[in-house]
């Protein structure tokens, strides 16, 4: 029952944090340049394992529960350019306005408990 119940709770939290992203209407290119300020801490070793992938042509899929543009854009700054084909990113993506504003969520939201 408790499990459930938690479940539950983390549910409701997640979707009152996905209606602050679409209510706060985020600029795509806001985005991007609030990734490109913010510093981010990746785990040693990290880069060289992206680069290892990209430069071999492997083909590598990341499933998270974060939002796409955000883990695309910060993998870009990374290793300096974009993310190749053979990396793929499933995880949770806006749609966008004519504005480029958030508009809503594509798909079922996909997240982790």
């Given at each position: 029952m408790?499990?459930?119940y938690t479940k539950l709770l983390y549910?409701?939290?997640?979707?009152?944090i996905?209606?602050?992203?679409?209510?706060?209407s985020f600029l795509l290119s806001n985005l991007e340049d609030t990734i490109?300020?913010?510093?981010f801490y990746f785990r040693k070793g990290?880069?060289?394992?992206?680069e290892f992938i990209i430069d071999n042509k492997i083909p590598f899929v990341i499933i998270s529960g974060g939002i796409k543009e955000t883990i695309e854009a910060t993998l870009e700054l990374l290793v300096g350019k974009p993310l190749p084909r053979n990396?793929?990113?499933i995880s949770n993506e806006f749609i966008y306005d004519k504005e480029n504003k958030t508009k809503d969520f594509k798909k079922t939201l996909i997240y982790t408990f």
């Open positions: 408790r499990d459930k549910e409701e939290d997640l979707r009152l996905n209606e602050l992203h679409l209510d706060k490109k300020k913010k510093p990290v880069k060289k394992f992206i990396i793929q990113i």
